[in-house]
């Protein structure tokens, strides 16, 4: 049902864990079927120079998981901000149809966590 | 560890046993007359549906001309249950459980909605329906009971013939879907008080796409369908020949090596329950005891279930879950929300069913692959708190 790309990201995902350094955490879940991922982000001058991630889902949100995390690495906020889930599916060379909505729980979690990093900046500036 | 190909999935579906197979074989080439025909190839067949008929209704406990043959175990539970409601003047009301199978769930949901009043009755944390709270259910318009004999997710083996004697002492149709059970547990349908029963042959070694309905005499029935005499009229339509013979055959054998099956079966089944509760943070789903030989259900707390089978697919074992996703619908399993699981034990949950190509080498390989599995799959859950200690 999932093709070789996503197998392998399902059995040997990249950046997976916690990260007790991460500058922030990121969360979303996913309304249709209570799925769970949290990304860990480490920041340097607007840049994600380290992530993580973990996931309590099933196959595709778990390769969705890890195939975000690489294509935001090294990547500047703004840049990272305008990955989508789309772009996650299409990265992993597709995702049957029923199983779209997964890749949305990595793309949420990333959202999550450069807003909640902005709310962070700007009250520290304050 | 050397890679191997483990089936246990038998509650979805078991392979098609050679004995069946051989008997099923002449039908499929020389013996192919249509059994209605008058002609000496029509009437040799119809001798041998006749005699498949008869082996049928010996396996069950009843009358050759109590056996209806379907196309399997839905067209069995639509006949049973639309079938004796139509066969009813006006409305009325009937009660079946929160954990059958879609094949009943849906067919009493339609007839909700055509102004029939239908119960669905609660079960406990094992997936148990209760004899008392089907009495409490009972009003003065109730026609029929559907209460599967045993639950095709969890095992759980319902009580069946208490609730079949109460339906029976006033006078209530009792269905019983047991498609799970025929097989698997002595079935007897005077013992259950059955009015009407269903199985189908895939389930027990038999091929697929065939299935019986046990009517009892004199049950009121309203055919669903228009069309030739075949089947006392209830499943018109020419017979599928090979199918039937295949069916009797694998019963026959089945009901025969019942005993022995079950007692190996619940070996097996036992040492795999043990071995995955051991892996900690697990929970067995359905009742400890009351349980079919071959089902072991276990949720793993921390762990979505599509996850848990597309690691163990690619390790060679086929394998089964509650988990939403699996089935299509995102919906996780009706049978687990309806016993109280929360969410997310309802997410982790793993079906293993074994048949008779098990062995105790497939439970040590099935425990071998999962235990790495399961702590790979927790290690990077969201959910995960660390290994209590
Ligand atoms: C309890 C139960 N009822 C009905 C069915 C449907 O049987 P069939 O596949 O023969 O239509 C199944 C099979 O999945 C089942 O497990
Ligand atoms: S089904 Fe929930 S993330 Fe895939």
Do not use: W
Not at chain 2, 137 to 144: N, S
Not at chain 2, 209 to 236: F, K
Request: aromatic content about 4%; charged content about 25%.
């Amino acid at each position: 049902m999932y093709n070789d790309k996503v197998v392998d990201h399902f059995t040997n995902p990249r950046n997976v864990g916690e990260m007790p350094e991460a500058d922030i955490i990121g969360e979303a879940g996913s309304f249709k079927c209570g799925d769970t991922m949290k990304i860990y982000l480490k920041i340097e001058q607007d840049r994600i120079t380290g992530v993580k991630f973990q996931t309590f889902g099933c196959g595709a949100a778990i390769a969705s998981s890890s195939m975000l995390t690489e294509m935001v690495k090294g990547k500047t906020l703004e840049e990272a901000q305008r990955v989508t889930n789309e772009d996650v599916a299409l990265e992993l060379g597709g995702l049957p149809p029923l199983k779209m909505h997964c890749s949305n729980l990595a793309a949420d979690a990333l959202k999550d966590a450069i807003a909640k990093y902005r709310i962070k900046q700007s009250s520290s500036r304050a | 560890m050397q890679k191997r190909q483990v089936y246990l999935d038998h509650g979805a579906t078991s392979p098609l046993r050679k004995e069946a197979l051989e008997a099923m074989l002449p039908f499929l080439q020389e013996r192919y007359g249509n059994p209605s025909s008058l002609h000496s190839p029509g009437r040799k067949v119809r001798t041998a549906i006749e005699r498949a008929r008869e082996e049928t209704a010996l396996a069950l406990g009843a009358e050759p001309e109590e056996i209806i043959f379907t196309s399997g175990g839905t067209e069995a539970n639509n006949i049973a249950i639309r079938g004796a409601a139509q066969a009813r003047r006006g409305k009325g009301h009937l009660l079946t459980s929160s954990v059958e199978h879609h094949a009943v769930l849906d067919v009493c949901r339609e007839l909700a909605g055509e102004g029939f009043e239908v119960t669905l009755l609660p079960v406990d944390r094992y997936g148990l329906v209760s004899p008392e709270t089907v009495a409490r259910a009972l009003k003065p318009e109730t026609f029929l009971i559907s209460v599967m004999t045993a639950n095709n997710e969890v095992g759980t083996v319902e009580p069946v013939a208490e609730i079949g004697a109460l339906a029976r002492e006033r006078g209530i149709l009792f269905h019983t879907d047991a498609v799970q059970a025929v097989g698997q547990l002595p079935v007897d349908v005077r013992e259950m008080k059955v009015d009407l029963l269903s199985l189908s042959a895939h389930k027990f070694n038999g091929p697929k796409g065939v299935g019986a309905l046990y009517v009892r005499r004199d049950t009121p029935l309203t055919p669903l369908y228009s069309g030739g005499g075949q089947e006392r009229q209830l499943r018109p339509g020419t017979e599928n020949v090979p199918g039937i013979i295949g069916l009797a055959r694998a019963l026959t054998l089945a009901v025969e090596e019942l005993p022995e099956k079950s007692r190996r079966l619940k070996a097996l089944r036992d040492r795999l329950i043990e071995g995955l509760l051991a892996m900690g943070d697990a929970v067995l789903n359905g009742h400890p005891s009351s349980r079919l030989p071959g089902n072991v259900n276990v949720s793993f707390n921390y762990i979505e279930g599509e996850a848990l089978l597309l690691g163990l697919d690619l390790e060679g074992v086929a394998a089964s879950s509650g988990s939403a996703c699996t089935s299509g619908s995102l919906e996780p399993s009706h049978v687990l929300m309806a016993m109280g699981l929360g969410l997310q034990l309802a997410r982790g949950s793993l079906r293993l069913t074994l048949g008779r190509g098990n062995s105790d080498g497939c439970v040590d390989y099935v425990l071998a692959v999962l235990a790495p599995l399961v702590d790979r799959l927790r290690k990077m859950s969201a959910l995960y708190p660390g290994k209590q200690s």
